[in-house]
């Protein structure tokens, strides 16, 4: 393990949860390019019954292979097919389907905290055992080949690896048509500098790179670059794929050996303390009292918490996420995850470096059965990957604001998702629907997003995007709308509940100038007599989202009260916020 990396030593701790059945500029290129090579979890196929993702649903004109997950190597060098639900029906209709679509399928064998297992399997005793189990599961049941997921792999291990490998090398090659041998990899790089003639593969698991550990900050679960973070409690920089792929060169790999990883799954983080927000909502973020990490699907995300207005492109990271500044500290999230721009980006890093191609884990955490392309991150990476040659991009896709979105702040900034193939972009931005005249008409934007700045308040703005290459202009994306705030302080939300130490009141404002603070005033419900009961300083002049709160310690049981806000701005004027009315 490399200095960096010894900052991580439960680095792969959360992907336990996928050992076992989970119980809770780039221009197109030929498909041999590079390796597109897709694991394909035995229980998202199905244990003994309907499972999440068929075989047959896969589309294998996305991926280059098909990596059937998992064997689990027992420690007399047997073989568990079952508990990862590898069954005979499994992986006949895997095969089936992959070599009918001509496809190749691996068997892998290992997962997280497999090592001593490994260890005692492959001892002089039973490594012999062990590869013959290994080639007669492959040769009976039809696969292309053995994928080999030794995690971790110890320095002090590295003698009886090395055997291991260089004896299955031996036993695969002796077998007409050869056998493909992979790793997935990530500890030891000098390991695999000596075995890399040995390997077809081999894939470093550049995901579930961050956890809540401590002296650790918020983090990417995938990014392709540091971003310029470091951790404070040693000055060294976060972990990045780019930092694992250096640490493999400068071992003596060559590139072309090499493959990084793009998950379909995703670390979301929720609540803690002590951050610059309250709760974890960003990256590079410490906090006093430590947030809850736990990893989840892709389609979850996006069925369960993906809305545009929090969406974030990390530039300098290379890595998307979603942004949650809710009221209290608790219902704060920062998700992290793999989305279309960041496979475009991964695919044209991979091609940048040289290097072989990828891995995807897995293909059920993308499968979403209810969305218009159920299988829409794995065709973004087609896309990225074998784009027709000389195409023209395919128009951008809108990101944030929202089409119709209201009260966005006089300063924002406009997303939209990448185009494949595209090397830059053109935006246009108009108080006409028909863009008859021209608030921005910029072309040559080589990010996807663009920041606007001084918007009139209270006005309707449209905006589209265009992206173009060496072949030529797309058609413009469709076109959005969004409508800017009102000019002074927007207070949104305000609402009440009674809780055992009196009444809570909170509210956000998504825009605010010159707001010296709130007044807060309360009557009962059957008077019409106002009093002041507290204040609460604002913010001055803020066009991001704020969160307020405030507890009526005074209210008494029984009783039912109205409230209301009075916002004060520097100037002496104020202005009402709607009532709330709260039975204590």
Request: contains cysteine; neutral net charge; charged residues 15%.
């Amino acid at each position: 393990m490399t200095k960096k990396l010894k900052t991580l030593p439960l680095i792969f701790s959360l992907i336990l949860l996928f050992c076992v059945q989970p119980v809770g500029t780039s221009p197109a290129y030929a498909q041999s390019d590079i390796w597109v090579s897709a694991y394909y979890a035995g229980w998202i196929q199905g244990c003994g019954g309907e499972g999440y993702l068929k075989a047959d649903q896969i589309d294998f004109g996305a991926v280059t292979h098909v990596i059937h997950f998992s064997l689990m190597p027992n420690t007399d060098g047997s073989l568990d097919a079952s508990i990862n639900c590898i069954s005979n029906q499994n992986s006949a209709d895997i095969v089936n389907a992959a070599h009918a679509a001509g496809k190749k399928v691996l068997i892998s064998v290992g997962c997280w905290a497999t090592e001593a297992d490994f260890l005692s399997a492959t001892n002089n005793a039973n490594r012999t055992r062990f590869i013959n189990n290994l080639i007669n599961f492959m040769v009976s049941r039809g696969y292309d080949g053995i994928d080999v997921d030794w995690e971790p792999l110890s320095r002090s291990s590295a003698s009886q690896y090395i055997t291991f490998i260089t004896e299955l090398r031996n036993a695969i090659d002796s077998l007409t048509p050869r056998p493909l041998l992979t790793a997935a990899v990530i500890w030891e790089p000098s390991i695999f500098s000596g075995l890399q003639d040995k390997f077809d593969q081999i894939n470093i698991m550049t995901y579930e790179m961050s956890g809540a550990w401590p002296g650790w900050i918020t983090w990417h679960n995938a990014p392709i670059y540091d971003g310029g973070y470091w951790f404070p409690s040693t000055g060294e920089p976060v972990p990045s794929g780019d930092g694992l792929v250096s640490d493999f060169l400068s071992a003596g790999l060559q590139p072309n050996k090499l493959g990084i990883g793009i998950e379909f799954y995703g670390a979301l983080w929720s609540g803690g303390t002590g951050t610059t927000t309250g709760g974890v909502t960003a990256p590079g973020q410490s906090w006093t009292t430590a947030p809850s990490v736990e990893i989840i699907p892709y389609y979850e995300i996006m069925e369960k918490y993906y809305q545009s207005q929090n969406y974030r492109w990390d530039s300098a990271a290379g890595a998307s996420y979603l942004s949650m500044d809710n009221i209290g500290s608790s219902n704060d999230k920062f998700i992290s995850y793999d989305d279309e721009t960041t496979s475009y980006e991964k695919i044209k890093y991979i091609r940048n470096k040289g290097m072989g191609g990828l891995i995807i884990f897995e293909l059920g955490g993308g499968w979403r059965p209810g969305a218009p392309v159920p299988d829409n991150l794995l065709q973004a990476v087609k896309s990225a990957a074998w784009g027709s040659p000389n195409s023209v991009p395919q128009p951008p896709v809108l990101n944030y604001p929202s089409n119709g979105a209201a009260a966005i702040p006089a300063n924002t900034t406009l997303r939209w998702n990448a185009s494949t193939g595209a090397e830059s972009y053109t935006l246009q931005v108009s108080t006409s629907p028909t863009f008859s005249t021209f608030i921005l008409n910029q072309s040559g934007i080589t990010s996807t997003s663009y920041s606007l700045n001084g918007l009139s308040a209270n006005t309707t703005y449209y905006w589209r995007v265009s992206a173009t290459n060496a072949s030529g202009t797309s058609e413009w994306s469709s076109v959005g709308s969004f409508t800017t705030a009102h000019s002074g302080t927007v207070v949104i939300n305000f609402a009440g509940k009674p809780v055992s130490a009196g009444v809570q009141l909170s509210w956000q404002t998504i825009s605010e100038y010159n707001n010296k603070g709130f007044n807060i005033e309360r009557r009962y419900s059957t008077s019409t007599h106002w009093s002041r009961i507290g204040s609460v300083a604002g913010a001055g002049t803020s066009s991001t989202t704020k969160n307020y709160s405030f507890v009526d310690k005074k209210a008494r049981t029984g009783k039912k009260y109205v409230y209301r806000l009075k916002q004060i701005n520097t100037d002496g004027t104020n202005t009402y916020s709607q009532e709330v009315t709260v039975q204590k």
